[in-house]
């Protein structure tokens, strides 16, 4: 779901025109973005919690085809924490989500794939040369 499509849901759902729904939600992300840049833990009761956490200075690769290590920086990232009641509802089964609207297909055929034939000795087909 992008920006668009969050903003066109909210407004539906809250039955408000799609500015304000806009506007209201520009707002939330501006404020959890500035109240926990500053060191606070922004929590949602049912939802979750949003917070900063610092990652120090540490050596690694930048690169898997450049082996020399090199310094990266440290940072601040953002960390989100689910609430219980959030990682329940995510693994419900059944009814409940149902119930929430995600009746997307997930089940598989029963057909498998049958295992690859291994080519017998002598066979006049070769092998693919390697790429390096």
Do not use: C, Y
Not at 82 to 99: D, H, R, V, Y
């Amino acid at each position: 779901m992008n920006k668009s499509e969050l903003v066109e849901a909210v407004s539906a759902r809250a039955d408000v025109d799609r500015r304000s729904a806009e506007r209201v939600l520009s707002v939330f992300f501006e404020t959890v973005s500035s109240e926990t840049r500053g060191g606070d833990k922004v929590a949602w009761p049912g939802f979750g919690s949003f917070r900063a956490v610092s990652r120090a200075a540490r050596m690694g690769r930048t690169s898997p085809r450049d082996p020399t290590p090199k310094r990266i920086a440290a940072s601040t990232a953002m960390k989100f924490t689910p609430s219980t009641s959030l990682k329940e509802f995510m693994n419900a089964k059944g009814q409940a989500k149902k119930a929430a609207g995600t009746t997307k297909k997930t089940s598989k055929t029963t057909a498998t794939k049958a295992p690859a034939k291994r080519a017998a000795k002598g066979s006049t087909k070769k092998a693919a040369a390697k790429r390096s």
